[in-house]
């Protein structure tokens, strides 16, 4: 079992920054990726970016690359998405994942049904 627990989200107006922070706790056995993915109402959850569990390799989908940055602490076991420049259309629920199979973050199509663990989500909200 892996344990992820969010934190940081909230209300910024448009191009304004935040840092989403994700600790992640249990299975100490394996290595696993771990990434984030946001769900708009009404709208499926999709993939923002990811990161490999030694933290050398990330992948980001197109719509925040430039934007947004994936980082890890391996000594905490903690990730960190630091998304600058924030715009109304990335208001969602942003949601930790941890992928056991290590696939999000090197395949260029992330499913969420790649994902073996989520967080609860924390909520950020842009404003125009």
């Known amino acids: 079992q892996v344990q992820l627990v969010e934190s940081g989200g909230g209300l910024v107006q448009a191009g304004g920054s935040l840092r989403l922070s994700c600790a992640a706790s249990?299975?100490?056995?394996?290595?696993?990726?771990m990434g984030w993915f946001r769900q708009a109402p009404g709208k499926e959850r999709e993939f923002v970016a990811a990161?490999?569990?030694?933290?050398?390799?990330?992948n980001y989908a197109d719509s925040v690359k430039n934007r947004f940055t994936i980082s890890k602490d391996n000594a905490k076991n903690t990730i960190y998405l630091q998304m600058n420049t924030l715009e109304p259309e990335d208001t969602a629920v942003y949601y930790c994942?941890?992928?056991?199979?290590?696939?999000?973050?090197?395949?260029?199509?992330?499913?969420?049904?790649?994902?073996?663990?989520w967080g609860p989500g924390t909520q950020v909200t842009v404003s125009s």
């Open positions: 249990g299975r100490t056995s394996s290595n696993y990726a």
């Open positions: 994942a941890a992928d056991l199979q290590n696939t999000i973050v090197v395949v260029t199509a992330v499913s969420a049904s790649y994902v073996d663990y």
């Open positions: 990161i490999s569990w030694s933290g050398s390799s990330a």
